[in-house]
């Protein structure tokens, strides 16, 4: 069996675009389906492994984690190594479902563990298969992409009475997303939160926590890779920079290429001068559960890391840092990555890296997009030519996803 593994996750939201859980997805290397290890005994140690060595910490940010799991491996008790409160099981739609499963099911919700069912589509076979389950479960996950959209809007008011959580999955486009909630969902998931245009606002609000910082730092006269390593922890204050600084209040005719080379384009009187407008514009936004701004920081890191620890350009890092960070931005504007990008003094490079993926750059920020998509066949492909091992990918992933946590808060 190979024993090279990706860790991914993906966001679950809720109707208020705040992430409510992460789904993990553990894959074989060259694996292409979406399946966990073939039995319960290595499904046992990718957990173990993943709880004690890797940590929830890290991979669930202090959210609830989904997990795929078949009728192997609740029945042969595989489930007791996970701490309930971490974790809905989710079972897959190739489960068996018998008498000896069920009253499994029930044990272990009596012992508080939570379940979900997993790909619901409108078919007679699969009404067959699960009906059984569907007063005992407490998430129903409805594939949106697979349900004729009228059945759906019927059966939305069967499903409507039952005590379980709707969630609508694979939803890929705002239209999807807004269909979705008018039809009562109460969870979402899919590509679309990936690169999620949920947030009604057109800008984002720094921290004011940050803030306050910076203007002290700045008193002290803390040195720039001090003040950088600040602003790296809140993307949105980086983007409130940016877009200050292209401004008519302050526009420069050089190219920025990283943090550091904006606050020097910058100086720390304007600097300083910048934050206290921000500290008094009006009240910042603390929180950091935003699956936008979470998802930009982990692209970030992710590419800064394939950039120094990959060894692949270690003399990037900086811009790779910056593609990562503003690959999102056409999500936050509502607005094409062309339009957005126009808006960014940006360096060529960068721009071209966001926009069409061009370069070294444009190659790393691919990589890391297949990797959202769960895309396991290209990500073979990117390994090869960015010269990066799964296990070193994986190192990186883990410590991006530590990284926004540790922002967050939540861990």
């Known amino acids: 069996m190979n024993k090279e593994f990706y860790i991914g996750r993906q966001p679950i939201l809720d ?74 099981i989710e079972i897959l739609e190739t489960t068996k479902v018998t008498d000896e499963l069920i009253e499994k099911i029930k044990f272990y919700q009596e012992q508080g563990y939570r379940f979900a069912l997993d790909d619901m589509v409108l078919s007679k076979e699969y009404y067959a298969m699960f009906s059984r389950l569907f007063t005992m479960v407490d998430v129903i996950k409805v594939d949106y992409m697979l349900c004729n959209k009228e059945n759906l809007k019927v059966n939305m008011q069967i499903f ?27 969870l979402f998931q899919g590509y679309f939160f990936a690169k999620p245009v949920t947030i009604s606002s057109k800008s984002v609000d720094p921290s004011k926590a940050a803030t306050l910082q910076l203007i002290s730092m700045l008193k002290k006269d803390a040195e720039a890779s001090a003040l950088e390593k600040v602003i790296k922890n809140y993307p949105d204050l980086y983007i409130n920079l940016l877009k200050f600084m292209n401004s008519a209040a302050f526009f420069t005719k050089g190219h920025i290429t990283s943090i550091k080379h904006a606050m020097a384009l910058l100086g720390r009187e304007n600097l300083t001068k910048w934050l206290y407008l921000i500290l008094y514009a009006g009240p910042g936004m603390d929180s950091f559960d935003n699956p936008l701004l979470m998802t930009a920081q982990i692209r970030a890191r992710a590419m800064e890391n394939i950039c120094v620890k990959g060894h692949v350009a270690p003399d990037k890092a900086g811009e790779a840092y910056l593609v990562g960070l503003m690959s999102l931005m056409d999500a936050v504007f509502n607005k094409t990555k062309e339009d957005v990008m126009k808006e960014f003094n940006l360096d060529t490079e960068i721009k071209d890296a966001v926009i069409s993926h061009k370069g070294m750059l444009g190659k790393i920020l691919k990589t890391i997009e297949d990797y959202e998509k769960d895309n396991i066949i290209m990500l073979d492909e990117h390994f090869k030519a960015l010269g990066i091992k799964v296990g070193s990918f994986n190192e990186i992933m883990l410590d991006s996803f530590n990284y926004a946590c540790t922002i967050s808060g939540d861990c």
């Open 15 to 88: 109707a208020r675009g705040h992430i409510y859980a992460y789904e993990l997805l553990f894959r074989q290397a060259g694996e292409v389906t979406a399946k966990i290890l073939d039995n319960s005994s290595a499904t046992a140690r990718v957990l173990i492994n993943a709880i004690q060595n890797i940590g929830l910490g890290t991979l669930l940010s202090g959210k609830l984690g989904f997990i795929n799991v078949d009728e192997h491996i609740i029945l042969e008790g595989t489930l007791d190594i996970l701490p309930k409160d971490n974790f809905v």
């Open 160 to 186: 409507k009475r039952l005590r379980a959580q709707l969630l609508a999955e694979k939803v890929e486009t705002q239209a999807d997303y807004e269909f979705c909630r008018e039809l009562g969902f109460d």
